[in-house]
C-alpha cells in the first residue's frame, strides 16, 4: 500500500516525508501525529522544544528519520521567530544541520521574495545560513 506523502502542501519543492517516517518520528519525539496533518512539521512545531528536537536529531542515524527531524526543527525555529529572537546556542547548533539540507534552505529563504511580507520569519537568518556558507 502506497502511503500518502507529506509535503506537497508546503512545496513541491521540499523533500517528501512518508507518513510512516513521520508516525515514527512523532512518536520518537513526543509531538502529535494525525492522518488528516498535511503539513505535518508546521502543524506540530514547538518552538519551545527546539533543542531537545536538537538534540533528536544528533542521535538519530536513520536518514529519512533525520530529515522529518530537520524539517521539524526548522518548522520550530519559523515559529520561534515569529515570537523572539531564538537563543544564539541553538542556532548555531541549527545552522550546520539546515546546511546539510540544501533543499530545505532554499525553500525557507524565499529565493524569489522582494518584500518582507514575501518571506518567513526565519528567512533573514537563512539569509545569513547562506552567506556564510559562500564565504567558506
Not at 52 to 62: S, T
Not at 81 to 96: E, H, M, N, Y
Not at 117 to 131: A, G, K, S, V, Y
Request: net charge negative.
Amino acid at each position: 500500500m502506497n502511503e500518502g506523502p507529506f509535503g506537497h502542501s508546503m512545496s513541491e519543492h521540499l523533500p517528501i516525508i512518508e507518513r510512516s517516517t513521520a508516525e515514527a518520528v512523532a512518536k520518537a519525539v513526543g509531538v502529535a501525529h494525525e492522518a488528516w496533518m498535511q503539513d505535518w512539521p508546521l502543524e506540530v512545531a514547538n518552538w519551545d522544544r527546539v533543542g531537545e528536537f536538537l538534540d533528536h536529531y544528533e542521535m538519530e542515524r536513520n536518514p529519512e528519520h533525520r530529515l522529518a527531524i530537520v524539517s521539524l526543527i526548522v518548522a520550530s525555529l519559523e515559529e520561534a521567530f515569529c515570537l523572539t529572537t531564538p537563543a544564539q546556542k541553538l542556532l548555531d547548533r541549527a545552522g550546520p544541520i539546515l546546511r546539510v539540507y540544501p533543499e530545505i534552505v532554499e525553500y525557507w529563504s524565499c529565493p524569489d521574495a522582494h518584500r518582507d511580507d514575501e518571506m518567513f520569519h526565519i528567512t533573514p537568518w537563512i539569509h545569513r545560513i547562506l552567506q556564510a556558507q559562500s564565504n567558506i
